[in-house]
């Protein structure tokens, strides 16, 4: 079983930067693919970014991609998801997600994850 709990979210004027961490529990955290969601009101969750088990692959949505660095540091069981240039259209509530990966593996698809946390509310103002 794993838990996850984020945080980091708020309100930010367009152009600015948020951190947001996603703290687990667990024993086996290094061998979780992480990824970052997101849901606007009315809209379905959409893929955002994910990290594979050891740290060495990343992939991203083509709306975030230049602006937004997913990493994790291991000892610490966190996962942060680093958004600059932030744009109104980034306002949403952000979740983390994991699932247990035997290989290099980057799922972007929300059914393919296991585990999810209860998300945090990202508003940027124009």
């Known amino acids: 079983q794993v838990q996850l709990v984020e945080s980091g979210g708020g309100l930010v004027q367009a152009g600015g930067s948020l951190r947001l961490s996603c703290a687990a529990s667990g024993r086996t955290f290094s061998s979780y693919a992480m990824g970052w969601f997101r849901q606007a009101p009315g809209k379905e969750r959409e893929f955002v970014a994910v990290i594979n088990w050891i740290g060495s692959r990343t992939d991203y949505a083509d709306s975030v991609k230049g602006r937004f660095t997913i990493s994790r540091d291991s000892p610490k069981k966190t996962a942060y998801l680093q958004m600059n240039s932030l744009k109104p259209e980034d306002t949403a509530v952000y979740y983390c997600?994991?699932?247990?990966?035997?290989?290099?593996?980057?799922?972007?698809?929300?059914?393919?994850?296991?585990?999810w946390g209860q998300g945090t509310q990202v508003t940027v103002s124009s």
């Open positions: 997600a994991a699932v247990r990966t035997a290989g290099w593996e980057t799922p972007s698809a929300p059914n393919e994850y296991a585990y």
